[in-house]
């Protein structure tokens, strides 16, 4: 036998593997190449899992990867279906997160039967039946939040800690309890973080606003077990039909939320705002309040709009006319430096009350009240950003990046597939952005292209390095005024009330601060995912009953199977394969912004229409074909 030639020794490379539902997975790895796995390689490992591979070229510029090593596995739960072989009970597991079947480790506590659906822990190389999910349970919901890795229960612990947190004496706080203070929120919201109060105008105008924020951390010690699951949760995630709060409902619903009232702790941002719509002067400090009114949104814009002037009581009337009044003046203000509106005018789901099945599709746009409370509470974000930073303190900072050249140029060319000559030179300022977004408003586009926009500049991200927020036009931004629901702004809480106690031992870009900066960067893109999956897998189940329907809408994103398209008059979209149309094949060309064939091209933007062909709950996905 001759001697074997010893292939040369391949650089084993370090990526996060992603598992298609046909089977199949690929790796992804340096930035944004991708290398395909055979279903074979695929078995032992899940969608998330971060692994070291030999990565090799294959025919057609591709590259497979095999010799997979597991590094980290980012996953503590499995969801599925127990299926049985011989005696031994499988976990049949979602096909987005593995494609084969794991072998369950057998439960005194449960009885497994085969095909219920059921919660699995992965602890080293057992899988631990959990729980067992109700048949009457809405197993999307269960499927989207373990698919996601989202927490959905609380420990024992948490929630001893929870119902026995004790409320501190109000001793050395500001009393605003006699001033009037309102809450405007929807009627569904339980987890009230803001109230809101104005002082009648100064001598020379000047309006004094007060933001009270619940002030989660008194309930809260810094590292508790509460404290703890509350930083790896990092957010409430809110899934259209259910919320997975941030802390123990007995907390976030009942001892924190700023119900009317009853006397509740708060941290007060007091800004002064002169006529023309400048913060002149910003005050922090400990306080307890009494919310006077829990006000609605839809109440609060009849009131203003006079459609119904009962619907504010008389009491706080005063205090909602003042508290527009500062909105308006700081609207001026954010109007002359630009930015966008990217309030999220999405899709919004109604359910039926007693079957808890969605009804209806519709684009929910933003009311009057919206607007004002919008307003106040980025002013007192901006504010308190403002006040850490001239401090020389740490922040938790909301930072949004202006886009490059290439991206202005990809905005500009689909814009003009909607039919709006945007004229962007080599740059986008936030009132170049502004003055684009008065040329798409109350348009029939207006959506689709508020979705493409969304998408060219990105999400904001947390770091402790102050800076700019393009979208907002905002030199300074952080989260101050939702503790109950975002750790982030509890963060912000603490370093100001350090501060206020006499700690001057703070510094700013806190390496610790940093790190955790990371890590709810990570937990926020993975709870909008979430919420943003469940609500495709809603719009699904409702299109099961509209197979055949004719839709039209424009072009929101090219992808590598074909075109996403935004549906008109739903805020929902549907996908068009490549293969299903006509003339083909198609390739993908100018950064993912046409798709381009032989005879035929389409580009973000384009207005088409379609018939829906078909729908899988699971995946989230709506099927439609041209016509």
Known sequence: GGRRCEAPAMEKVLGRISVNPRGFGFLNYDGDKTAFIAPPDLNPFLDGDMVRARVVAAENGRFNASDLALEQRTRGELFGSIVYRGRKPFLKVDRLVSNTDWPLTPSDRLELEEGLYLVAALEGANLVPLRIIETEADLGLERCGVRHGIRSIFPEEVLKQARTASVPVASTRRDLRDLPTVTIDAPSTTDIDDALSALPPEADGALRVLVSIADVDALVPEGSALDLEARRRATSVYMAGKVIPMLPEELSSAAVSLLPQVERLTLTAELRIDPEGQVTAVDVYESVIRSHARLSYEAVSDFLLGENLEAVPEGVAPTVRRLRTAAARLSLVRAARGGVELASEEAYVSFDPTTRQPTGLEPRGETLAHRVVERLMVAANEAI????????????????????????????????????????????????????????????????????????????????????????????????????????????????????????????????????????????WKASKAENERMRMLVARIFRERIGEVVEGNVVAIKAFGLVLQMAGTGATGTIASETLPHGPYRVERHGQELVGARHSYAVGDFLEAKVVNTNEDLGRVDLELI
Do not use: C
């Not at 001239?390 to 050249?405: C, I, K, Q, Y």
């Not at 029939?444 to 904001?460: E, Y």
């Open 385 to 524: 950003a403002v006040w850490l930073v001239d401090r020389g303190l740490p922040g938790m900072f909301r930072v949004h990046a202006e886009p490059d050249t290439e991206k202005v140029q990809m905005l500009a060319a689909s814009a003009r597939h909607f039919g709006i000559e945007a004229g962007f030179g080599p740059r986008l300022t936030s009132r170049g952005l502004a003055a684009f977004e008065g040329q798409y408003r109350g348009t029939s586009v207006a959506l689709a292209l508020r979705t493409v926009l969304g998408k060219t500049l990105g999400p904001a991200h947390y770091t402790t390095v102050a800076g700019h927020h393009f979208g907002l036009g905002a030199p300074l931004y952080l989260h101050f005024t939702s503790p109950i629901r975002r750790y982030a702004d509890l963060v912000v809480h603490r370093i100001v009330k350090r501060y206020l106690a006499g700690d001057r031992s703070q510094v700013p870009e806190d390496p610790s601060i940093q790190e955790l900066a990371a890590h709810l960067n990570s937990a926020t």
